[in-house]
T-cell receptor
């Protein structure tokens, strides 16, 4: 079942923070995050495994709450280069990733 | 550069026709995935192969088929094309089944 991402879209000024949420109705083994810039292919950001692990990638970090079947992506001090659509992909164990519909992030000067 | 190569980059054809999309995975990756992305839509999983064998199927139409060859490259065949098949088709590859996926640049298919 497709995870639900929120918000659908967000506009930030440079330097502001944002949180993107990903929620599933199924028990999750892992959550994957990808970013796709306009006209380009999705690019892998990070994987979070069950266990409440938090990971970071420059100023982008994420958490995974397996009990709530939720993951959140945190973008701090956003830069223009962060603009794009962020997808979470959920893995319920022995199944292919199911991607959410994406969150469109626009960072303006 | 993700290391995943997709050809062709663009394809324009007519309804009722058949096309083949090609994907060469990153060196060392055994798993290949095919996705369809329509305008403003997410990534719809079509099919996955692992080391030459079909591993999982998503919402793939019966008019669509795929295979992975011994050299690990993969082809997605789309037949009896309809206007609604117009989309961006991505191939991705990964080392193992649940490892990070690396996407090719996609093939943009336009049906006239």
């Amino acid at each position: 079942q497709q995870p639900v991402q929120s918000p659908q879209a967000v506009i930030l000024r440079e330097g502001e923070d944002a949180v993107i949420n990903c929620s599933s109705s199924k028990a999750l083994y892992s959550v994957h995050w990808y970013r796709q810039k306009h006209g380009e292919a999705p690019v892998f950001l990070m994987i979070l495994l069950k266990g409440g692990e938090q990971k970071g990638h420059e100023k982008i970090s994420a958490s995974f709450n397996e009990k709530k079947q939720q993951s959140s992506l945190y973008l701090t001090a956003s830069q223009l280069s962060y603009s794009g659509t962020y997808f979470c992909g959920t893995d319920s164990g022995n199944t292919p990733l199911v991607f959410g519909k994406g969150t469109r992030l626009s960072v303006i000067a | 550069d993700s290391g995943v190569t997709q050809t062709p980059k663009h394809l324009i054809t007519a309804t009722g026709q058949r096309v083949t999309l090609r994907c060469s995975p990153r060196s060392g990756d055994l798993s290949v995935y095919w996705y369809q992305q329509s305008l403003d839509q997410g990534l719809q999983f079509l099919i996955q192969y692992y080391n030459g064998e079909e591993r999982a199927k998503g919402n793939i139409l019966e008019r669509f088929s795929a295979q992975q060859f011994p050299d690990l490259h993969s082809e997605l065949n789309l037949s009896s094309l309809e206007l609604g098949d117009s989309a961006l088709y991505f191939c991705a590859s990964s080392v193992g089944v649940w490892d990070p996926q690396h996407f090719g640049d996609g093939t943009r298919l336009s049906i006239l």
